[in-house]
C-alpha cells in the first residue's frame, strides 16, 4: 500500500494506530522537471489510453474555460503520477474525494493499465462535482458514505452502472460510556456547542442569527465554536453587532481532549451546515450521550432521526431553529418525569444508534473487506435490493426503524 498526495505537508501526522509520517506519503509536489518531462513523453506514448478524456474536456464539457484548462493541467499532474509509480506494480488507486485529485488519480490509472475508485463525501459531490459523469464511467467502483449521496449519483448521472455506487458509512472511535449526559434543571445557563472550520458552507452566521433571536427572546444560554477559518473575522463583526460578545465564544482550534470536555458541558450540539455527507461531529456528540440540533440535509436524517436520536429542523428557517432550541431548553429545565425520561431515552437511543452503525472500528473493518473484494473479483454482482452495498447498510433510515432494531 503506497500513500499518496498531490500537496506536501510538513507536519508529521502522528496520534493513531497506523498513522504515517511525511516520509511515508508518495507527495506529487514540489514538481521535478526532468519527472515532468517523461511524465509528458508518457502522455505521448500512450494518448490512446487518454485521447476520450483529453476529447471530453475541448468538445463535450460544459464547463467554462478556466475549468477546461485546470482539468488538462490535472492531466499532466496524473501523467506525472503515472510515473511516480511506475516500476512499484500498482494494482489499483483509490482517491479519497472527488475533487481535482481524482482526475489526477483517473488519468494515472488509465496511463498505467489499472483501476481506480473514489469516495464521494459532500461537497465533492453535492456542490463542486466538476466531470463527475466521466469519473464515474471509468471508476471501477465508488464508495459514497451516504443512502442520500447514492440516490444523488444515480439520479443526476442516470448512465452510471449503479452497482459501482457502494455505501460505506464513516465512524468514531466509541469511548466507554459518558458519565452523564444530563445538564438540565433550573437555574444553570443553557449552553451550545459548534464544532466545525469558519467556513461558509458551515454557515456559522445563521447561527449568530439565531443567537440574536435568541437574546431577543431572553434566553439565559451561551454559545461557545469550536474551529477557524477564513470567516473569523466576518464573525466577530456579527457578534460586536448583535451584542453578543458575552454569549457567544469562538474558541479557534481546540485540541482533541479539549473537545470531549466541551462535548461534556454542553446541553445542546448544534449544526448550521449548508452541504454535509454525514458530519463526524454529531457522530461524537452521539457517542457521547448528546442531544443534538441539524438541518434535514442530505445525509443526515440518517444518523440524526428526529425526534429519537436527536432533533431536525428545517435548513435555512432561522425560526424553526430558534423554536427548537426553546424547546429543548422547556424539557432540560422541567421537572416533569416525562420530560426527563424523553430527553434521556433520545440520549440512549442516539449513542446506540452510533455504536450500531457508525462504529469506527467496525466500519474500517467492513470497508477494507468488501474494498479487496472489489478490487481482486471481476464481478459487480447485486444483492437481494439490486444494489451493490457494503455488509448491513443497504436501506436508509427511511426504510426502517433502526433504533428500535438496536433495542
Not at 23 to 34: G, K, N, V
Not at 225 to 248: F, H, K, M, S, T
Not at 249 to 277: F, M, P, Q, W
Request: glycine share 8%.
Amino acid at each position: 500500500m503506497i500513500a499518496g498526495s498531490v500537496r506536501s505537508t510538513n507536519e508529521v501526522h502522528g496520534g493513531r494506530d497506523g498513522a504515517i509520517s511525511e516520509s511515508e506519503i508518495l507527495c506529487l509536489q514540489p514538481l521535478r522537471l526532468a519527472t515532468l518531462l517523461r511524465a509528458l513523453w508518457l502522455i505521448v506514448r500512450r494518448w490512446d489510453r487518454i485521447a476520450g478524456l483529453i476529447r471530453h474536456l475541448v468538445l463535450r464539457g460544459k464547463e467554462s474555460p478556466k475549468r477546461r484548462l485546470k482539468a488538462l493541467l490535472h492531466t499532466c499532474l496524473g501523467a506525472y503520477y503515472a510515473v511516480l509509480l511506475r516500476g512499484r506494480a500498482v494494482d489499483h488507486i483509490h482517491v479519497h474525494h472527488g475533487y481535482f485529485g481524482s482526475w489526477v488519480a483517473m488519468v494515472a490509472a488509465r496511463l498505467l493499465e489499472v483501476n481506480f475508485s473514489m469516495t464521494l463525501h459532500g461537497s465533492d459531490l453535492l456542490i463542486n462535482g466538476v466531470y463527475l459523469d466521466t469519473k464515474l464511467e471509468h471508476c471501477r467502483f465508488c464508495v459514497t458514505v451516504s443512502e442520500y449521496n447514492r440516490r444523488y449519483i444515480l439520479e443526476h448521472f442516470p448512465a452510471t452502472d449503479r452497482r459501482k455506487i457502494l455505501v460505506s458509512r464513516l465512524g468514531v472511535d466509541i469511548a466507554d460510556r459518558p458519565k452523564s449526559g444530563r445538564r438540565e434543571g433550573r437555574g444553570h445557563t443553557f449552553r451550545m456547542l459548534a464544532v466545525g472550520r469558519l467556513h461558509t458552507v458551515k454557515d456559522h452566521s445563521f447561527l449568530m442569527r439565531a443567537c440574536a433571536r435568541l437574546s431577543d427572546c431572553g434566553l439565559d444560554f451561551e454559545c461557545h465554536i469550536a474551529g477557524e477559518g477564513p470567516e473569523r473575522q466576518r464573525l466577530e463583526l456579527l457578534i460586536r453587532e448583535d451584542n453578543l460578545e458575552d454569549r457567544v465564544k469562538l474558541l479557534g482550534h481546540v485540541n482533541r481532549e479539549r473537545i470531549d470536555s466541551l462535548y461534556g458541558c454542553a446541553d445542546v450540539v448544534v449544526l448550521t451546515s449548508r452541504s454535509e455527507g454525514i458530519p463526524l461531529v454529531l457522530m461524537e456528540a452521539m457517542a457521547q450521550g448528546k442531544i443534538v440540533l441539524a438541518p434535514a440535509i442530505t445525509g443526515i436524517p440518517e444518523i440524526v432521526i428526529a425526534g429519537k436520536t436527536g432533533a431536525l429542523y428545517a435548513p435555512g428557517v432561522l425560526g424553526d431553529f430558534v423554536e427548537k432550541i426553546l424547546c429543548l431548553q422547556r424539557l432540560m429545565a422541567s421537572q416533569n418525569p416525562c420530560a426527563v425520561n424523553r430527553l434521556d431515552w433520545i440520549r440512549h437511543a442516539a449513542r446506540a444508534h452510533v455504536l450500531h452503525n457508525f462504529n469506527r472500528s467496525k466500519n474500517l473493518t467492513r470497508f477494507g473487506d468488501r474494498f479487496l473484494q472489489q478490487i481482486t473479483t471481476g464481478d459487480l454482482a447485486d444483492d437481494d435490493f439490486g444494489v451493490t452495498d457494503f455488509p448491513n447498510q443497504a436501506r436508509s433510515a427511511s426504510d426502517e426503524d433502526l433504533v428500535l432494531q438496536q433495542i
